[in-house]
């Protein structure tokens, strides 16, 4: 009777036990992929964001406006060499300009046998939603290419006498093959259900679910995704959980918006790995179980045998606890084992996605690595001498000397510590933080990065007003304006003698004015009305976005760019900004 009971217990724990395991296993897949697709989302959000800001720039190009209301071959040839450099620089796949008939007029691809100039998209939502609400996406196969990609279209004119449309085409290359490096599918579908950006390159294009006969018909009047099937993908849902045909356990699904419009995310994360290690753990309580469940039927036994077999049970005992002693041990190494691999997996998936973030902070400093390197060799140089001459000095016995030189050495770590400290936090990305900036710090800050150029071209540089004013804005993206003001001052001062820069700080109210002024030879009149419109700039190099992109930041601030009269005959720039 007591092993009848005994063994019906320990079925009862056993069933019991595989619950609790596929509830573990279920939690911990679903964490993370939930936590992938957050991930992920934000990796698609990074690289959409790159290409957003093109299309509203653009429609501010003159030339644009221009050739849409009086096309002319010069005009014409102008606009297409622009977006082909533009399109080169930024690895759009295409940019195009439609006119309101829906005919395109210029393109990047304008030399190439697959041009889009001629070609009418007028059809496409895009381009009626752009002309109708200034602004429109849409994620299509090309008409003309036949490649996939995202068109990011915004209207040119007002919206009571709209010119045309600008048209960005980006493909996901880079995002596909990150996700496929990661553990897991992830895809990306649209209001339709159809995959359109996914980690599995045979899952693109199918469907989370049959397409109504309604909305098949509206996406083939749009040519959205020309005459593909659009067929469902081979797996079953069954909850959160997706079954692939034959794949058993299947996987769980994790779901976040996308940014593209009107698109989700999903993340489908293997169910396998986190079932078997809760098994691991369910099969280990159970054997415990068990060996106490043996224990003590091995001690009812003993009570009615006790006087015959006494000697026997004994060893019997001993026995089978060193074999489960064993088993015991053989499972914790398996499981530590496990542990530690899934431990450095993780470690190696963070340290390669930290790698490709700190790749993209780093693509924006070239202009200024140089001046800090020299910024910081100098004060190393020095080090070295005072060391040096401190070792002579003790072979002297001069000991005050030495302390001097100890003390001079350890203030120059400190300024190498403050430049490489103010560069680090001039490179990483971050979420910009609006609140109360000290001028003088920012100031000073700026010229940690850039002051071996002034140095170098033997500018004079003084600073007017009081240092300690605090304004409304983001230190990094403060900083940022002043540098691209003075680089400005100096690109003007090259190859003058007597050359000087000044920084005043005035206050005006509850607005404070920072002004950057140099005794350079000025803007040209032809280029005062119009220096702060996007391309437009007085150097051959020059793509012309530089005060553009500063005057919007600091229209962020709630302040204004301005250009300035100069008391030293050059340039000035008026940068104001609200009291903190």
Aim: charged share 20%; with cysteine; net charge positive.
């Amino acid at each position: 009777m007591a092993a009848i009971i005994s063994l019906m217990l320990v079925t009862a724990l056993g069933l019991a036990a595989h619950r609790w395991a596929r509830g573990q296993a279920i939690a911990a897949t679903d964490a993370a992929a939930g936590e992938q697709a957050r991930v992920n989302a934000g990796l698609l959000a990074s690289e959409l964001q790159k290409f957003r800001l093109l299309p509203p720039v653009l429609t501010e190009y003159p030339d644009v406006p221009a050739m849409l209301e009086a096309p002319s071959a010069d005009v014409v040839a102008r606009v297409n060499a622009r977006l082909e450099l533009l399109a080169d620089r930024t690895d759009a796949a295409a940019i195009y300009v439609i006119d309101t008939r829906g005919r395109t007029v210029a393109a990047s691809n304008y030399r190439l046998p697959t041009s889009f100039i001629g070609q009418n998209y007028g059809f496409r939502p895009y381009f009626a939603d752009a002309l109708k609400r200034g602004s429109a996406e849409l994620f299509a196969l090309g008409t003309v290419s036949g490649t996939p990609g995202l068109y990011l279209a915004q209207r040119v004119g007002s919206a009571a006498r709209p010119l045309g449309v600008i048209v960005v085409k980006i493909e996901f290359e880079s995002v596909q093959t990150a996700w496929a490096d990661q553990q897991g599918t992830t895809l990306v579908t649209d209001r339709h259900g159809v995959v359109i950006v996914t980690s599995r390159p045979e899952w693109r294009f199918g469907t989370l679910g049959p397409i109504g006969a309604e909305a098949r018909a509206a996406i083939r009047s749009t040519r959205q995704y020309g005459t593909l099937p659009l067929a469902p993908l081979p797996f079953a849902f069954d909850g959160a959980t997706v079954i692939e045909a034959g794949d058993q356990p299947g996987s769980r699904i994790a779901t976040v918006s996308a940014a593209i419009d009107g698109s989700r995310l999903h993340v489908l994360m293997p169910l396998r790995p986190a079932l078997a290690s809760a098994n691991a753990n369910a099969r280990l309580a159970t054997l415990a179980v068990l060996i106490v469940a043996g224990g003590a039927l091995l001690l009812l036994w003993r009570a009615r045998e006790r006087r015959m077999l006494q000697a026997a049970a004994q060893r019997a005992l001993e026995t089978q606890v060193a074999e489960r002693t064993a088993e015991l041990r053989e499972s914790n190494a398996r499981l530590e084992a496990e542990s530690a691999e899934r431990i450095r997996a993780d470690q190696r998936y963070r340290a390669a996605r930290e790698e490709l973030a700190q790749a993209s902070r780093l693509g924006s400093i070239g202009q200024i690595t140089a001046g800090v390197a020299h910024e910081i060799n100098q004060p190393v140089a020095a080090i070295r001498t005072f060391a040096d001459n401190a070792v002579r000095l003790l072979a002297r016995g001069d000991t005050a000397t030495v302390t001097t030189n100890l003390e001079r050495i350890s203030a120059l770590t400190e300024r190498i510590g403050t430049i490489t400290g103010e560069l680090r936090s001039f490179t990483r990305k971050r979420t910009p933080e609006i609140g109360a900036v000290r001028i003088g710090g920012a100031i000073d800050s700026t010229l940690l990065l850039i002051g071996d150029r002034v140095r170098s071209m033997g500018v004079t540089l003084d600073r007017k007003g009081d240092p300690d004013i605090s304004v409304v804005a983001d230190r990094v993206r403060l900083e940022q304006i002043l540098i691209n003001l003075i680089q400005n001052a100096l690109d003007a001062l090259a190859g003058r003698n007597g050359s000087r820069i000044l920084i005043a700080i005035g206050t005006h109210g509850d607005r404070i004015a920072i002004e950057v002024a140099d005794n350079g030879p000025g803007v040209a009149p032809d280029l005062r009305g119009q220096l702060f419109t996007p391309f437009v700039t007085g150097r051959e190099e020059g793509l012309g976005l530089g005060l553009a992109i500063a005057r919007n930041i600091a229209r962020e601030f709630g302040g204004e760019l301005l250009l300035a009269e100069s008391a030293m005959g050059g340039a000035c720039f008026r940068l104001e900004l609200l009291r903190a």
